[in-house]
């Protein structure tokens, strides 16, 4: 297999795997700590040193999940990176969910490193923009974690560009660490944020990327073309918002006429939307999401198909996608 590569983080000295794994849906919903543990080993052994997570995922229990696997595991701790991302919070007080605000933020740090039993988080996001905090706020909070250990590097999640700006250019002013990532969605069905919205960040700014859902949540793997998979996160309770965008037949026109792109490259679907991903150099990494080990096994492999995808294949990509 084509080994892994490891980009920087933006500009700051931060290597990252161009994969990573996380744990969105599958951990605590779908896995306990023994299948996650076989997936983070699978991805750990091919070069993958980045699993994300998040407060909010399974209420809490994703990031007990991990921490548990980690501990097992027993890789060193220089080895690997893991991160979580805050806003949504736990609990329904005022203070206690849907904030950026200092109170929030500096206890929900403190409540993710006892659920991981780690003494720091390599990195810390503000998992969506708060209109009700002044971003100056959020800014010193995050520095000021960053200042006490208890995580390394911080971002942002689904932040416009001009908030991502206005947050990089107050630390600035302030000599407070600047926020170095931002983790917003793309794939071959969602490409208008990291593509143009901030195009002028890289350079400006140098930010990072570390992007999600690569497969549009498994659709691009063309495993709902023919209706929903019994074992697909689609079935969950909970997550019907999830199968209705999953089944949407526009979105489901398009991974059809990505098949016989795939079958000319001798890959599966997903390492095709996998590799694709991959090919735009302001993507620091891209996270993916597996269910099982198997998936991880397979989705690795797209490091394979990256040099396949030639100026003219990438062109005939883009002509299926605007394709009405
Ligand atoms: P994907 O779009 O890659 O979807 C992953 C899911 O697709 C798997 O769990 C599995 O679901 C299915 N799948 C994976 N590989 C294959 C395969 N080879 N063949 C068939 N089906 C496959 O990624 P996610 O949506 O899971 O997102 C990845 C990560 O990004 C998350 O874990 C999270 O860390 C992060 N994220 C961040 C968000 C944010 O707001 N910052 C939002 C969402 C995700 P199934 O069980 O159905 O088979």
């Known amino acids: 297999m084509t080994a892994m590569n490891y980009r920087r983080l933006g500009h700051s000295g931060l290597k990252v795997s161009e994969l990573s794994l996380g744990s969105w849906v599958t951990y605590g919903n779908q896995m306990g700590t023994d299948v996650a543990r076989e997936c983070m080993a699978a991805a750990y052994d091919a070069g993958v040193n980045f699993f994300d997570n998040a407060e909010v995922y399974a209420k809490g229990e994703s990031e007990i999940i991990m921490g548990e696997a980690l501990k097992r595991l027993g890789w060193r701790r220089s080895s ?17 969910k849907n904030t950026l605000n200092r109170k929030y933020l500096m206890q929900a740090i403190d409540g993710a490193l006892a659920r991981f039993k780690l003494d720091c988080i390599d990195l810390v996001f503000c998992h969506r923009p708060d209109a009700e905090t002044p971003i100056e706020e959020t800014v010193r909070a995050m520095h000021d974690m960053i200042a006490a250990g208890k995580a390394l590097y911080w971002g942002t999640s689904e932040w416009s560009a001009a908030e991502i700006m206005a947050a990089w250019q107050i630390a600035d002013r302030h000599h407070l660490h600047q926020p170095v990532m931002e983790q917003p969605q793309y794939n071959l069905l969602h490409r208008e944020r990291v593509e143009k919205e901030y195009a002028r960040l890289y350079a400006d700014i140098g930010l990072g990327t570390t992007t999600w859902s690569p497969l549009a949540s498994g659709l691009l793997s063309g495993k709902y073309n023919d209706g929903v998979p019994a074992d697909s996160r689609a079935t969950l309770k909970g997550y019907e918002w999830l199968a ?3 089944t949407d037949p526009a979105k489901l026109a398009v991974a059809r ?17 996998i590799a694709w991903c991959l090919k ?3 993507v620091s990494t891209v996270i993916t999401g597996a269910s099982r080990a198997a998936q991880v096994t397979e989705n690795l492999r797209a490091l394979d198909v990256v040099p396949r995808l030639v100026p003219e294949v990438m062109a005939r990509i883009d002509t299926l996608l605007e394709d009405k």
């Not at 690997?80 to 206690?96: Q, R």
């Open 257 to 273: 006429r990505l098949a016989p792109v795939a079958a000319d490259l001798g890959c599966t679907m997903a390492q095709l939307a």
């Open 244 to 246: 209705e965008r999953l």
């Open 280 to 282: 735009n150099p302001q």
């Open 80 to 96: 690997f990176l893991v991160s979580t991302k805050l806003y949504w919070g736990l609990h329904d007080g005022p203070n206690e």
